[in-house]
């Protein structure tokens, strides 16, 4: 995985569950568990696209 695809994954997973520390504090717990949700979904489609690009890659 290039390094500005893998830093734009980390910086939005980070925002992600940074959202999901602020609604806990507003005690919003619909809202906490929509950016689970969405944190969840957004980690796992970055190990989805790393393991793509390693597979990829490794092919002679």
Avoid at 13 to 37: D, Y
Avoid at 38 to 51: D, E, H, R, T
């Amino acid at each position: 995985m290039s390094k500005p695809l893998a830093l734009l994954f980390a910086v939005v997973g980070t925002l992600l569950l940074a959202t999901i520390s602020l609604f806990i504090a507003l005690r919003q717990p619909w809202m906490i568990l929509v950016c689970s949700i969405i944190a969840l979904g957004f980690i796992g489609y970055g190990f989805a696209v790393k393991a793509k690009i390693r597979r990829k890659n490794s092919r002679p």
